[in-house]
């Protein structure tokens, strides 16, 4: 599922997630895939503007996310 950019801080872009994850307090298992290359790690979950995102260490406009556990 493609995931948009809601806020860029720093070097970080927060991508909007569309549901709230199973547990936000611990870093999220994800694999997501930008400009042809997947990205396999994990990644904090954090609440800002009303939604649930995503921390990623990309500024792009969208990025694909494949598995978010």
Do not use: H, Q
């Not at 493609?2 to 709230?20: C, D, E, S, V």
């Not at 870093?27 to 994990?42: C, D, H, Q, S, Y």
């Amino acid at each position: 599922m493609k995931i948009k950019l809601l806020r860029i801080g720093g070097r970080f872009g927060y991508y909007r997630l569309p549901f709230k994850p199973d547990n936000p307090a611990r870093p999220a298992k994800i694999v997501v895939k930008r400009r042809g290359e997947l990205f396999v790690g994990e990644a904090w979950v954090d609440y800002i503007d009303g939604a649930w995102v995503l921390e990623l260490p990309y500024t792009d406009e969208e990025v694909e996310l494949i598995y978010l556990e």
